[in-house]
């Protein structure tokens, strides 16, 4: 893909425009997940559950007979169980399962279990229209529960966060948060189309999470020690020369790191872009602008991600803005990977539409600050 004719330089959130120290000596202040009253309570009577039999270290099962249904069972609530059976089956369950008398399709799994199921979701309302009375909830069952993190700011783990996610659930408050529409080039050659309540990235984000995955006997540190392993070959980058172009404005970068962000975290902890709310209609964009060819500049990259977001200061590397309507992504030495949501899932062109608040979703009546 060759650079668009016109290039004209990005406009970055200010400083000043933030209220944040012009130096990175202090991380930016907790700023709350919403921007956004909540509504409600809705009453709920029956939920269908999606849910991945073998998420949390192939916990999932037991955690749905022995936490989610008695839970919901001791409130009066009805649980319909749409268990998932391959890859991919969440995103058809919650496009195609039958969700009659269902007051909320829930999604219980890690990130990539709940990105399916809003996929698909998204996927249902375009086909009916934008009818449908039924809501959408998100209880962690995966490792990082990076966007159940972000709605409930719980900051507990295992059997204690999950009950902590189904008492917010039953209380029944809802607010209407954004999404990405996500148009890449598939692994399989074909176009693909899905959406994002989380994170695009590109460039060392994907490499990073690929070795993560053949990891997953460390657990969470896992992602520590994969982002590590990438910048301490930083020496061996090859140029990557590409094209962002926010809200129809173009901008050249040698491809580093890329994040795309409806919310604030990622990974693990990673508070990769502070400044995000997820339902304030922006999507939130992190790069460097510059090419890193040191690893001592790139270990520091990291050491400021780790203290809460301290890197999006130093605005001699770092670039942050945001878009309203669409971002695009094309690379001229051959296609680039992408990661959707935790998977890794295509290859550029990458298109992304902004969707302001285009799903209902159950949320905390008070909206934690992160």
Same mark, same amino acid.
């Given at each position: 893909?060759?650079?668009?004719?016109?290039?004209?330089?990005?406009?970055?959130?200010?400083?000043?425009?933030?209220?944040?120290?012009?130096?990175?000596?202090?991380?930016?202040?907790?700023?709350?997940?919403?921007? /956004?009253?909540?509504?409600?309570?809705?009453?709920?009577?029956?939920?269908?559950?999606?849910?991945?039999?073998?998420?949390?270290?192939?916990?999932?099962?037991?955690?749905?007979?022995?936490?989610?249904?008695?839970? =919901?069972?001791?409130?009066?609530?009805?649980?319909?169980?749409?268990?998932?059976?391959?890859?991919?089956?969440?995103?058809?369950?919650?496009?195609?399962?039958?969700?009659?008398?269902?007051?909320?399709?829930?999604? =219980?799994?890690?990130?990539?279990?709940?990105?399916?199921?809003?996929?698909? =979701?998204?996927?249902?309302?375009?086909?009916?229209?934008?009818?449908?009375?039924?809501?959408?909830? =998100?209880?962690?069952?995966?490792?990082?529960?990076?966007?159940?993190?972000?709605?409930?700011?719980?900051?507990?783990?295992?059997?204690?966060?999950?009950?902590?996610?189904?008492?917010?659930?039953?209380?029944?408050?809802?607010?209407?948060?954004?999404?990405?529409?996500?148009?890449?080039?598939?692994?399989?050659?074909?176009?693909?189309?899905?959406?994002?309540?989380?994170?695009?990235?590109?460039?060392?984000?994907?490499?990073?999470?690929?070795?993560?995955?053949?990891?997953?006997?460390?657990?969470?540190?896992?992602?520590?020690?994969?982002?590590?392993?990438?910048?301490?070959?930083?020496?061996?980058?090859?140029?990557?020369?590409?094209?962002? /172009?926010?809200?129809?404005?173009?901008?050249?970068?040698?491809?580093?790191?890329?994040?795309?962000?409806?919310?604030?975290?990622?990974?693990?902890?990673?508070?990769?872009?502070?400044?995000?709310?997820?339902?304030?209609?922006?999507?939130?964009?992190?790069?460097?602008?510059?090419?890193?060819?040191?690893?001592?500049?790139?270990?520091?990259? *990291?050491?400021?991600?780790?203290?809460?977001?301290?890197?999006?200061? *130093? /605005?001699?590397?770092?670039?942050?803005? /945001?878009?309203?309507?669409?971002?695009?992504?094309?690379?001229?030495?051959?296609?680039?990977?992408?990661?959707?949501?935790?998977?890794?899932?295509?290859?550029?062109?990458?298109?992304?539409?902004?969707?302001?608040?285009?799903?209902?979703?159950?949320?905390?009546?008070?909206?934690?600050?992160?």
């Amino acid at each position: 893909m060759g650079t668009s004719t016109k290039e004209t330089q990005l406009t970055t959130i200010a400083i000043t425009d933030i209220d944040a120290p012009t130096k990175p000596k202090a991380a930016p202040p907790p700023l709350s997940t919403f921007s /956004t009253e909540a509504a409600g309570p809705v009453k709920l009577k029956k939920v269908a559950l999606i849910y991945n039999p073998v998420s949390g270290n192939k916990k999932g099962k037991k955690r749905v007979d022995g936490i989610v249904k008695p839970m =919901f069972a001791a409130a009066g609530v009805e649980v319909h169980e749409l268990p998932t059976e391959r890859a991919g089956h969440a995103t058809e369950l919650a496009a195609n399962a039958d969700l009659s008398g269902c007051d909320a399709l829930l999604a =219980f799994g890690g990130d990539g279990t709940l990105s399916d199921v809003t996929t698909g =979701f998204l996927q249902r309302q375009e086909r009916d229209g934008g009818s449908s009375s039924v809501v959408l909830g =998100f209880l962690p069952g995966g490792t990082g529960n990076t966007i159940c993190h972000d709605i409930y700011g719980r900051r507990t783990k295992g059997d204690k966060q999950i009950r902590q996610a189904i008492e917010v659930v039953l209380a029944g408050y809802t607010r209407q948060i954004d999404a990405c529409s996500v148009a890449c080039t598939g692994l399989d050659g074909q176009p693909l189309l899905r959406h994002s309540i989380n994170i695009v990235t590109a460039g060392l984000g994907v490499d990073a999470n690929a070795a993560a995955e053949k990891r997953r006997w460390m657990g969470p540190m896992r992602y520590d020690v994969s982002i590590i392993g990438e910048l301490l070959k930083i020496h061996k980058r090859k140029p990557c020369p590409c094209t962002l /172009t926010v809200d129809g404005q173009a901008n050249a970068l040698d491809l580093f790191v890329l994040t795309i962000m409806d919310n604030k975290h990622s990974g693990v902890g990673l508070r990769i872009s502070p400044y995000a709310q997820i339902d304030d209609g922006k999507i939130d964009i992190m790069y460097t602008p510059q090419p890193i060819k040191s690893v001592s500049k790139a270990l520091k990259l *990291d050491g400021m991600i780790k203290k809460k977001g301290k890197h999006v200061l *130093d /605005t001699a590397n770092v670039a942050y803005t /945001t878009a309203t309507e669409e971002i695009t992504l094309t690379s001229e030495g051959g296609p680039v990977r992408v990661m959707c949501d935790g998977d890794s899932c295509g290859v550029t062109p990458l298109t992304m539409k902004v969707l302001p608040r285009a799903v209902t979703v159950l949320s905390p009546q008070t909206s934690p600050k992160l």
